[in-house]
């Protein structure tokens, strides 16, 4: 058996101060989640895994944790520039990091430490109930997690016309609207995705980052319907599935530099469903992205 090409690194960012909006206690989610990562992990024998979505052995990922980023708890914009900080590091490393959230504000970090730690264009692919495309405003300032994609758009690499939102329902400020038209973010919705399926919207997203030096990949757990993850800093009914999450994530893992998953909330939560939902999305990335794509 061959060794796998790449090597994934978790990396825990226990911060909840951009929730300023939404559940506080995301904070507590990367213990959580490594504590279900524990229970998938050690189905491994012998360096492998047996999937049963594929009826076959895989390597057992690389998967080694690097600890915590070094988050202040009282300080948004020092957490922020730390865990990007992390990420590259992780990236110059030569590994594939998976950021454990922590709040929404991540998905900036995530991006910014992969795009530092690059040459070349950065898209990114956004899953999540809500735009994260504000500028700024009184109660959350310009860094919460309602304008992660927003600034994480205006990096100096980073690609708008490569990049995607998916998930997305319900309704938002007009302003977001007015940014959308302007900037040409592709978006595809909960209910299109419902009515395309699984294949096809991974079909889009593949066209949309095609010619992206690198891609950052964001999944803020609120896509997912609360019936399937109810341990969220919202709940926003009319979502995707756990199975059209975990189908999405294993597909696109090969073409992705880095991935987050934000915004499970323990104190939520029901029995861990979330928790043990979102170590799957973490595990399911790093076996089905074992090989990178091709760019």
């Known amino acids: 058996m061959s060794v796998p090409t790449r090597q994934f690194e978790l990396i825990g960012a226990p911060f909840d ?3 300023t909006l939404g559940f506080p206690g995301s904070r507590f989610a990367p213990d959580r989640i490594r ?4 229970w998938i992990t050690q189905r491994v024998e012998n360096g492998e895994v047996f999937s049963l979505e594929s009826g076959t052995l895989h390597a057992a990922p690389r998967l080694t944790d690097g600890g915590d980023a070094e988050v202040v708890a ?5 957490t922020l520039a730390n865990t990007s900080a992390r990420v590259s590091e992780s990236v110059r490393a030569g590994h594939v990091p998976i950021l454990l959230g922590g709040d929404d504000c991540f998905l900036f970090a995530g991006t910014q430490g992969l795009h530092d730690a690059t040459e070349g264009t950065v898209a990114v692919i956004h899953f999540d109930a809500h735009l994260d495309v504000m500028d700024q405003n009184v109660q959350q300032g310009t860094h919460s997690q309602s304008s992660g994609m927003r600034r994480s758009l205006e990096l100096s690499r980073a690609s708008t016309e490569h990049s995607i939102q998916v998930g997305l329902r319900h309704f938002n400020f007009p302003s977001s609207q007015r940014y959308l038209e302007d900037s040409g973010l592709a978006r595809i919705t909960a209910a299109q995705f419902s009515d395309l399926g699984t294949d096809a919207v991974v079909a889009q997203i ?9 891609v950052h990949f964001s999944f803020d757990i609120d896509a997912i319907d609360p019936a399937h993850a109810p341990g969220a800093g919202a709940l926003e009914p009319g979502g995707i599935t756990s199975r059209q999450a975990i189908e999405a994530v294993s597909a696109l893992a090969p073409y992705c530099d880095s991935f987050a ?3 499970v909330n ?7 469903m979330t928790a043990t939902l979102a170590a799957y999305l973490c595990y399911y990335f790093a076996v089905f992205g074992q090989e990178p794509a091709a760019k």
């Open 17 to 19: 101060g951009a929730s």
């Open 35 to 38: 504590h279900a990562l524990g």
């Open 74 to 78: 009282h300080d948004l914009m020092t």
């Open 206 to 214: 593949l066209k949309r980052i095609a010619g992206a030096d690198h």
């Open 261 to 263: 998953v934000t915004e």
């Open 266 to 272: 323990p104190m939520t939560d029901h029995q861990d």
